[in-house]
């Protein structure tokens, strides 16, 4: 009996420090940048949340295999920081400690783990090889992807987290190493896998067939289609496809901490960076320049929940002393958007451009979002230790703009 009660009570803090983790992970993606040393993750229980991924299923219905699955899918890419920054970061790149051989490693865990799971979308239903990729001719691909056969919503999101890990580990393969346009092509049709994936759930949005397959965006508490959306159109290999991912982000609107309209802003902010970006490579001019000279943009939230300020950065490559080359993202600008609080409609209130005496000197590391002013801000809020309730009343009422006199 008591050792029941111990191994239920051990179950419980294992759930319990799950979902604590799968919070910390969802505010680092709201707040994508450098946090305090995390106190919630112990390794112990993430190590083992993460082995499970390569078991198979067992005997449960599909939907449950599917929630099941999902969730270890995003605990193999969440348990390492810097394997999380390469899905989700796109600065990652620019980490020194992120190599080749962690990159196939990780490769190798996605392919295990979706291995034998009937219920995620085959290469054959598919349909499209990366061999039948040409660059620069994406007839094969075609947009508005057309959705994925008819299953559950649970299954498409495990299918778009594969093929979006996936694109996302070929696209730092193509930025990285020397055989870059066979990485670019491959990365180019997991994202496109991956729209189709997220086409799929956006239709069960607009013409549920049943009401249990019906995605609510607005009632999204965990990882949803927005993050996956902003990180994809910052790899885009064409305006078609761009456009597709700027018009799903704002027909998606609010999904839990995500903003669909400021998300596709900054995203058309990038573009325009990545238009003049590289003048003198050799493509065709509906073609958008090449990984490794793309444009990044990281986006981050005020303190008051109504204003949201963009980085922009170009790459940049570099010899070390030692003659290795180092790549890196220097700032180029930012934008700043507030959201009116009679009507919520959002309005550009500032731009920068910086210039090569100062800011675009240093990278855009961790070291320099915490000197800008919204990180400043959110790193003095968070230093707060004591529950006030006022000031949690305060910071609802904020958000919400149900009181925009408050200082």
Known sequence: MLATSKNENRALEETIAACLCRFEDICGLALPYPQFPRTIRSDNTMSNSTNRYVSSPGKYDLDKSAILGLQQILDLVSTDTIIKDLVWSPLSVSNGNLSQGRIYNFQKDLREWKNGRDYLMSDADFGIQSSDLTMPHWAHCTIPPPPTSAISAEACFASAMYHFAMARSMW???????????????AYLHFHRTMRCVAMIKDSMVSPCEPTNTYRSCEALGFGLLPILYITGQCMPNPSWFQWILQTMKDIGHEGLFNGRILAMSLEGQHTFDSSNEPN??????????PAARAVSVLIPEVDGRSYTCYYASPRRSLSPKKELNFS????????????????????????????????SKPLSSEWLLDQPPVREWVTWSSHTTLDINRILQDHMRGSGMSPSIP
């Open 172 to 186: 730092a393969l193509a930025v990285l190493g020397e055989d870059w346009s066979m990485y670019e092509r491959s």
């Open 281 to 290: 490579v050799s493509r065709d001019h509906d073609q958008f320049p090449p």
């Open 329 to 360: 993202y220097h700032p180029t600008s930012q934008t700043r958007w507030s959201c009116s609080p009679a009507n919520g409609d959002l309005k550009l209130t500032q731009v920068t451009t910086y210039n090569q005496t100062n800011t675009m």
